[in-house]
């Protein structure tokens, strides 16, 4: 049974890793191969998709039809100006929609099909979501990693994908804010009210990101987040690759960077190459048949591999001298390292120099940081999980502007800024207007993004009622805890002015009060609020076209199980064939008889046949019948060997309880003493009948035929061992009589003794006179 879990999705272009809040502590989830990270990759087939490790392990055979780096796609149209940039690490083809979008075309299902980033990276969530509940989680409530330079647009596709997954999101939250989480929640006992600065570097797969992060005991605030969302390790490997297919090209005249699977092979192989040269000083590359069936063979030393990365690695000091400055600070406690390529020496290198550290801190595991602080703030916004208090104070990192004009007239007033730099977030702006007409309010982004970025955030309408007189409005607009803007409501603010009249007795006394002045009505102003109709034009997907998809990725992901399902039962057919001939041609091959045998191979060889023939094909229900019936001729064969095989150990258990019985029934022991002979006698004589059952049993067992049914159930050996070892049980361990118990002492008390009358004489006899009597 599934339960609720605190569940933080580090949402990586290369890899994703899943964490979960379990026992008081934050675990990481492994997928079907029990790796921590699952790759980010979605392939195309005949009858299913392959996502994640399955997608992987097809890359070389189905490049054309597997879509890498869903994430880096999100929210981009055709004119992008990186998009040739980003295209070249893609092996399937990109294609522009009617509106502007791109998608990637593949073949699926037997058609040429294309499929939006969102929908990409919806499947690939969902596939993260059948990875949690195979854990035993209820994915709900899930917080989500996004780079921090993602524009409106990229963190609205996002939302739509997580839609399509049909995923419950909490918050989609910055990666690197996420990470300094981490850090700052299981560290807060080593801060003080005294701010710690503490600067964490995260050179991933695409991205390079500087955070500059404030801490103290029970919060931690972003002072700045500043990202070159093109500097990742796979731009380095890049430079290796280029390297090794220059001297490829001039010995053989063949440009590996051009061809699909050589690349996609090469990427592969030369980051393993990098990694190595992380701890070595020389790495060898072997790729046999790169293409046709020509071998690519190389050598790079660290030294050359600094020398190709020289232009990144001024990049990356750049890049954390720019964060210094924007965060206003001089110096930092600490720098931390984040993401694969910071395990590079020289990249440690320049970011220690870059903020003047001696050397960098490693406290954090670099690949699941984010997955980890996404985790623990899934649990502290959720009600289901105590957590201690700890306040994570955003930032917005691309100002957002607005511009309010009437819907058929230009701009009335200037733009101005609603959302600032480094304005925390989530956070809600009102805003006071006089408007007697319907107008339009215009978010954007002011400063300079990449050329093919949307500068829009929203446009909205405001319908106000076309008056004479102009009313305040109140429009009040909000940055979600996702990052993302909404105008949440508009109000109209109408003034009402009440006039008090004068009730009659005062009036009666006012005409009294001659030569008094004559008293004014008083008046009261009161505010009529309304709410105005709000048209909306934002980012994302319309609500018919999300709905569609939703019911799309369902049905696909019912037809990948359909398909998984029937791809199972015909292994397990073809593993089946294998697994009874080899028994019947060794194990079993004495319990069944010779004219069977050939008949149960022959069918076997008919079901092989039929595997890689017609049945290769077929539907899980012929699978299953096709099993079932090789299981009715070889499972007979199968049982009747477990019996024979059964019945030695059988015998001398059953031989062993006799021995057992009898000795105890003949025991001298003092414990046994009370035992009487009739008892005793009682286990003896069945002992013998049992005895005597045996020895009928095993004249029988060894007259049977092995190719035919036994005729001796092995139960009646396990009833009759079980019954001997009771019986004997029963009466050995009856418990001694209890001796008799001492006779009571009673207690001797003394009595007074009461005053006897001196007895009456005989009437023969005189009484003797007081003087006669004796005297002691």
């Not at 997928?31 to 490790?53: A, H, M, W, Y």
């Not at 070892?725 to 009673?746: C, D, H, I, Y």
Request: aromatic share 6%; proline share 4%.
């Amino acid at each position: 049974m599934s339960g609720a879990g605190a569940i933080g999705i580090d949402l990586g272009s290369h890899s994703c890793v899943i964490a979960a809040v379990k026992g008081g502590g934050v675990e990481i989830l492994t997928n079907d191969l029990s790796n921590r990270q699952t790759p980010s990759v979605v392939g195309f087939g005949d009858k299913q998709r392959f996502i994640g490790e399955s997608g992987f392990s097809k890359l070389s055979t189905n490049f054309r039809n597997t879509v890498l780096f869903p994430t880096r796609f999100l929210g981009l149209s055709s004119n992008y100006q990186y998009l040739h940039d980003e295209s070249k690490w893609l092996t399937n083809k990109l294609v522009t929609l009617e509106d502007g979008r791109i998608a990637h075309e593949v073949r699926y299902l037997g058609e040429n099909m294309a499929f939006t980033s969102e929908r990409i990276v919806a499947m690939f969530l969902t596939q993260i979501k059948i990875i949690c509940q195979k854990t035993g989680l209820n994915p709900q409530d899930v917080v989500i990693s996004v780079p921090c330079y993602f524009t409106e647009t990229e963190r609205r596709a996002l939302l739509d994908a997580i839609a399509i997954s049909d995923l419950t999101c909490a918050r989609i939250m910055n990666d690197s804010t996420a990470s300094a989480l981490s850090y700052g929640l299981f560290r807060s006992s080593e801060f003080t009210e005294t701010p710690r600065v503490v600067a964490l570097t995260d050179l991933g797969h695409s991205k390079f990101t500087v955070s500059i992060v404030q801490f103290t005991k029970d919060k931690l605030q972003v002072l700045t987040h500043v990202t070159d969302r093109n500097l990742g390790g796979r731009d380095l490997d890049w430079k290796i690759m280029e390297f090794f297919a220059s001297s490829f090209e001039k010995k053989h005249g063949i440009n590996l960077l051009h061809n699909h699977r050589a690349r996609s092979k090469m990427s592969i192989a030369v980051e393993k190459l990098r990694k190595m040269l992380s701890a070595n000083t020389e790495a060898v590359l072997n790729l046999e048949y790169i293409v046709e069936d020509l071998d690519l063979h190389g050598v790079m030393t660290r030294d050359e591999f600094e020398t190709l990365a020289a232009g990144h690695l001024e990049r990356i000091d750049e890049l954390c001298k720019t964060a210094l400055r924007k965060a206003g600070v001089e110096s930092v406690h600490s720098v931390e390292i984040l993401g694969g390529g910071t395990r590079i020496p020289c990249v440690q290198r320049v970011i220690a120099k870059a903020f003047n550290v001696e050397n960098v801190s490693k406290t954090l595991n670099p690949e699941e940081a984010i997955a980890r602080g996404c985790a623990v703030q899934s649990a502290m916004l959720s009600p289901l999980f105590k957590v201690k208090e700890f306040s994570v104070q955003d930032i917005v990192t691309i100002p957002i502007s607005i511009k309010v004009s009437s819907l058929d007239m230009e701009v009335e007033v200037e733009p101005e800024v609603i959302f600032p730099e480094k304005n925390v977030f989530p956070t809600t702006k009102i805003m006071k207007l006089r408007k007697n007409q319907p107008f339009k309010m215009n978010l954007f982004y002011p400063e300079p993004l990449i050329e093919g970025l949307d500068h829009t955030v929203a446009d909205y309408g405001v319908i106000c009622p076309a008056e004479g007189v102009e009313n305040e409005v109140k429009v009040y607009v909000k940055m979600n805890g996702h990052g993302v803007v909404n105008l949440e409501k508009a109000e109209l603010i109408e003034e009402i002015i009440e006039t008090e009249e004068i009730k009659p007795e005062e009036a009666k006394a006012e005409e009294q009060k001659a030569g008094e002045e004559k008293k004014e009505p008083s008046v009261k102003r009161k505010y009529k609020r309304t709410n105005l109709e709000i048209s909306k034009v934002s980012k994302g997907l319309k609500e018919e076209e999300l709905k569609m998809f939703i019911n799309e990725e369902r049905r696909m992901t019912n037809e990948d199980r359909i398909a998984k399902e029937t791809s199972d039962k015909r292994n397990e057919v073809e593993a089946y064939v294998y697994e009874a001939r080899s028994k019947l041609n060794s194990s079993l091959q004495g319990f069944v008889s010779p004219s069977k045998l050939q008949e149960i191979l022959a069918f076997l060889s008919d079901t092989e046949n039929w595997v890689y023939g017609d049945g290769a094909d077929t539907l899980k229900s012929v699978y299953t019948e096709r099993l079932d019936k090789m299981r009715e001729q070889v499972e007979p064969v199968i049982r009747r060997s477990n019996i024979f095989n059964s019945y030695p150990q059988l015998i001398n258990e059953l031989q062993d309880a006799l021995i057992w019985s009898r000795q105890q029934a003949l025991s001298p022991q003092e414990q046994f003493s009370h035992i009487t002979e009739e008892e005793r006698n009682r286990i003896i004589e069945k002992a013998a009948e049992f005895e005597s059952w045996l020895q009928a049993a095993k004249i029988q067992i060894d007259s049977m035929v092995r190719h035919e049914d036994p005729t001796i159930s092995t139960e009646d050996f396990v009833k009759k061992t079980i019954q001997i070892r009771e019986v004997t049980n029963q009466t050995m361990s009856k418990p001694k009589p209890a001796p008799p118990a001492p006779p009571k002492e009673e207690k001797k008390e003394e009595a007074k003794q009461p005053e006897q009358t001196p007895p009456e004489a005989p009437k023969n006899e005189e009484a003797k006179k007081p003087e006669d009597m004796e005297l002691d």
